[in-house]
């Protein structure tokens, strides 16, 4: 089967030949987990080209997230299709004091259209607190910046569409952002990709501002998906299939393409069982003993004054036994509750083991974006200048 790189062989024609589909998203979602740190003016413009050249000048010290990253990036730079698409408004920054990892890109695409990708969560420990936090927080910091930059971008674009989508908790930011903007960007927004991103809590997914832009929501899940099955989820999705099991369909290198659309699937058991196993620990285990399970496993981990999984892994034996010393010297308060939430999560796994496989498939978006009429293979079609049609 085919993947990006393949569709990258492909599909080399200029985009305003043929139009941007659900492939160039998640390529473009990818793109914002590039390490464009130091390679761009904080007011300039540059070509995917452009910005691969100057990575090559300087590429020492860069922080790759994924090793396939570095044959992507040369493969956009090269391609007639991405080359010489323009990115701006880069920002990157990490906050541990106040739990937040929050990272965005524009990527300027023919016609008077833009994508606005939401990276999604990195290797920092920060980064996974803030996801952590999902779990019982309604609201975390990265979704007030994700609207922030949204309107930022909005206002200095005035003129453009805009595309708005990100992987993994990227694809939460985009549906939050495109939910929580004003008036009149939401206005401008023709679709939303969400790509294995995890969902809401309730009040966010009841609330009229979601429901505004929930039939302009695409969503894509692996088969096995687990990530983008948290939480709740309103709009329809589409399924997908990936050649890897479990957690590492999260992978979106994995994810397996037919000309310009995803191959389509069915969850998996082991998708349904999970899907059900976390959705009753959640209504079980309150939020505020949520929190306290989070930060006391965080304390935790920060005890091995590691920045990243990727540092914590490296000295695994010794940061193992700071983490048991850290562990043993919390109150008993803290333990009871890492025991207790453990306990239950254990325990409600065990009652959901005998999960029947669904029988049907999930159907796709029926989308209502101007210019695509309905069909979720051929999403957006690229808005003429001439066209002021807006959804």
């Not at 935790?300 to 983490?323: D, R, V």
Request: charged share 25%.
């Amino acid at each position: 089967m085919a993947n990006l790189f393949d569709y990258l062989d492909w599909r080399d024609i200029d985009l305003r030949k043929t139009e941007f589909n659900e492939v160039d998203n998640l390529i473009l979602a990818r793109l914002s987990y590039f390490p464009l740190d130091g390679l761009m003016q904080k007011e300039e413009d540059i070509t995917i080209e452009e910005a691969y050249h100057r990575f090559q000048k300087q590429k020492e010290g860069a922080r790759i997230l994924q090793k396939e990253d570095l044959d992507l990036f040369p493969r956009l730079a090269q391609s007639i299709r991405f080359k010489n698409l323009t990115i701006s408004n880069y920002v990157n920054y990490l906050s541990p004091e106040e739990e937040k990892q929050f990272s965005a890109v524009t990527v300027h695409l023919p016609d008077q259209n833009m994508y606005v990708a939401y990276r999604g969560t990195d290797n920092t420990i920060v980064g996974w607190k803030e996801d952590f936090n999902m779990s019982f927080q309604e609201l975390v910091p990265s979704q007030l910046d994700s609207v922030q930059y949204l309107e930022q971008i909005a206002i200095q674009y005035p003129e453009k569409h805009i595309l708005i989508g990100g992987h993994s908790k990227g694809g939460n930011l985009a549906v939050y952002a495109a939910a929580f903007c004003s008036f009149a960007t939401k206005s401008r927004v023709n679709v939303v990709y969400n790509n294995d991103g995890p969902g809401f809590h309730e009040s966010i997914i009841n609330s009229q501002e979601y429901q505004e832009i929930l039939p302009r929501i695409h969503t894509f899940l692996p088969q096995s998906s687990i990530i983008g099955r948290l939480l709740n989820h309103k709009e329809q999705t589409t399924i997908l299939k990936s050649t890897q099991t479990g957690i590492m369909q999260h992978d979106l290198y994995t994810w397996q393409v037919m000309g310009d659309h995803f191959v389509e699937d069915q969850f998996t058991n082991s998708s349904e069982f999970i899907d059900h196993t976390i959705t009753n620990w959640l209504k079980e285990v309150s939020p505020e003993q949520r929190g306290k399970f989070i930060d006391t496993l965080f304390e935790i981990l920060n005890a091995t004054q590691a920045q990243t999984l990727s540092e914590m892994g490296t000295k695994w034996f010794s940061n193992a036994k700071t983490m048991l010393k850290t562990y043993q010297k919390a109150d008993e308060e803290s333990k009871e509750i890492v025991l207790k939430t453990l306990s239950s999560l254990f325990h409600i796994a065990k009652s959901n083991i005998h999960i029947p496989k669904p029988k049907m498939k999930a159907k796709p978006i029926n989308l209502l974006v101007s210019g695509t009429k309905g069909n979720p293979k051929n999403l957006p079609k690229l808005v003429n200048k001439e066209d002021n049609g807006l959804t």
